[in-house]
């Protein structure tokens, strides 16, 4: 067997996800791996659940992260709270609301779909037109932030929706925490799942997730099994804690990934230090500079203004330009990544992320100066000059 | 939220896992982050099957690291090979046979149950006893590497008989990947798992599966889905390709744990460059060094000699002495983690681990040392010295 060390290139990252890793994140990951037992590792996992309770804004005791990537936290949340037979209405706009129904139908449950068109927030009215016909559900699911698309729906609207005709709610913000405002206790979510790599800006492979006291008394009341071992919430509390209240021993459920923990623990320490409030500000502030370039280009955003999100920008491709080579320029020449387009999008857009460390002032230019230079090469006739002007007009004077 | 950067201490890990990572591989987590499309990170996925292929001894198209820790890898195997009222016989002698019959009983199969007691092999007559009684039985499973007990169980003679009844086999590969000897192609195995915190001296928190084009077979026909989304193999495939002859284009189905992979890789490079018999070699001299020591300090060893895995140690605790006043000066004193014992052999052993990286010669002569004198201390008058120099004179001259 032949083969040597991986050196990556030195990308930046400006895709739908992973996102940059600050190096404090990267030094973090590279420290001395620990027992997942030890001790002194329960204390960081203690406090690396208090820091998820910041970012979540939330006192839900089951605070922790799945050891496992976005899509397992998901998973995690239906396999969960879906018992079979269960009527799940699930609001689609996008790739991730269809993923939550295949969800539904493997934990056993009955998915009742609302479809909005991509690109557009869910409608609210619809979810209410469709608890009145099915006065029998059980649980409310829906994407906050469709990653897909760059659709940003009401999930305090939604959220009220779902409670007021009795049902839990399960919310994707795997692309939503640290970017956009999410008030988990605020707004009565019971159970909520996010990605490490996203605008936590950390490697990817853990899902926080939350879940409220109501969410979990259905967890631990059900009837049948959970249908995963591994994601059993019965089993992985043993481990974590947050099952019952004062508990301190920890019991063996799976081996934690140790270092990924620590690089977690990391850019949670880092979003306590900016304050999530500024996180939130800082990618809004962001976009609208990358919008303002983008416009002076001549390109349009997907998704109309009131619903869009600021951290994932749905670009639509030009007439004549083709995506893929625009991607690979971008990649070869630049070592920029962005984001193709997924789903019912492919080839027809790209997705533009400005996510946690990947959010800061020399990205906005980079992109900009990049994607007007490859484009103008293409034969697109777009003002470079003039759009990093724009942007930089639009950028806030502090540095990050 | 008021929280600091974590700096754990540096630790010598002999438990049962996660075991020391090498300083390559330490440096390896930490370099830049790049996106799980990214082409030169496809490279880097099509190696590392590679390299995974040589370390399991295997041809099959399907191996593949699946993205979460080695439980994950144990449900993968389950929920993608029975369909729901397949007999399963799982040969149990120790914790991780019981957890197997768990993932039976939760993907929707009848287990069938052959108990073997704790520290000893699985015995391949009761399973050719049980296969004739059930002829009806689909599948085989069963741990090569009993990480609770140190047992070591028969891979080649046990899926030989599985195969003479028609079964296909589940093989726990877990503690034995690279410390004990594993012929997956040669011994006829269809489906085996592993972890990347062991013998491989990653950090934790990925699951080497492969499948034999059988099992591939069983997976592709089923007639009802896979009860787990995020881990169903048609679908991940799509991504890590070894599904379709061929394939090429990666789709998109979670996002790849970036910087553990490039971990796991570099750990592969290393087995590569040691060579994977060298390997078996090196653990299983060690094991009679550690094995010399302990005996001369009077403690016994759990599993008879001809079924010990070289790899992890059950060693029965004196009498008198207090396990975990012993695990806690061992780490307080000395940062050395020993395992305590699982299931019904906790308070009774230590599992004293030499996998990967944590199995060398200074790693034996700091256990042996350490542990003779925390038992001096506590009055149990064992002999430090000759235990040093009964190991000293068992271990191999070369060094690692």
């Given amino acids: 067997m032949n ?38 590792f329960g204390g960081m996992m203690d406090e690396l659940k ?3 309770r910041y970012a979540f804004r939330t006192d839900n005791r089951l605070t922790m992260p799945v050891s496992a990537p976005g899509s397992a936290g998901m998973e995690t949340c239906f396999v969960n709270l879906v018992e079979p037979g269960d009527k799940v209405v699930v609001c689609i706009n996008g790739v991730f609301g269809g993923r939550m129904r295949e969800n539904v139908i493997r934990a056993g449950g009955e998915p009742i779909c609302i479809e909005d ?7 609210p009215g619809k979810l209410e ?5 099915h006065p029998d559900a059980k649980i409310v699911a829906f994407v906050q932030a469709e990653t897909s698309t760059g659709a940003s729906s009401d999930t305090r609207t939604l959220a009220e929706i779902a409670r007021r005709y009795g049902c839990l709610t399960i919310v994707d913000a795997v692309t939503a925490l640290a970017g956009s405002p999410l008030l988990v206790d605020d707004w009565g979510i019971d159970a909520v799942y996010s990605g490490s790599q996203k605008c936590l800006s950390c490697t990817p492979g853990l899902a926080p997730v939350s879940f409220s006291e109501r969410a979990l008394a259905k967890v631990t009341a059900r009837a049948t099994p959970v249908r995963s071992w591994f994601l059993d919430l019965n089993l992985v509390l043993g481990y974590w804690g947050g099952g019952t209240p004062g508990q301190t021993k920890r019991s ?24 999530i409030e500024q996180s ?19 390109l349009e955003l997907v998704v109309p203004e009131a619903e869009r999100l600021p951290q994932l920008n749905a670009v639509s491709i030009p007439a004549g330009i083709d995506d893929a080579t625009v991607r690979a320029r971008l990649l070869n020449e630049y070592n920029l990544e962005i984001g193709a387009g997924l789903g019912a999008l492919a ?47 639009a950028l806030p004077q502090a540095r990050m």
Avoid at 18 to 35: C, I, W
Avoid at 280 to 298: N, T
Avoid at 369 to 381: C, F, K, Q, Y
Wanted: some cysteine.
């Fill in 3 to 40: 083969a040597s060390s991986f050196q990556p290139p030195v990308r930046t990252l400006m895709g739908p996800g992973p996102a940059d890793l600050h190096p404090r994140v990267l030094a973090a990951l590279s420290r001395p791996t620990v027992g997942h037992l030890d001790p002194v």
């Fill in 129 to 133: 037109d469709t608890l009145k016909a």
């Fill in 117 to 123: 068109p991509w690109g557009r927030a869910v409608d």
């Fill in 50 to 52: 208090d820091l998820l």
């Fill in 252 to 275: 063996y459920h799976h081996t934690a990934p140790v270092n990924a923990l620590y690089a977690l623990h990391e850019s949670l320490v880092m979003l306590a230090e900016e304050g």
């Fill in 347 to 393: 080839g027809k857009v790209w997705r533009i992320g400005l996510m946690g460390w990947s959010c800061r002032r020399e990205n906005i230019v980079l992109c900009i100066g990049a994607l007007g230079s490859v484009l103008n090469d293409l034969g697109a006739g777009v003002d470079t000059g003039a759009a990093l002007q724009a942007a930089q007009g």
């Fill in 280 to 298: 939130w500000a800082r990618h809004q502030a962001h976009h609208l500079a990358l919008r303002a370039g983008l416009e002076a280009m001549g």
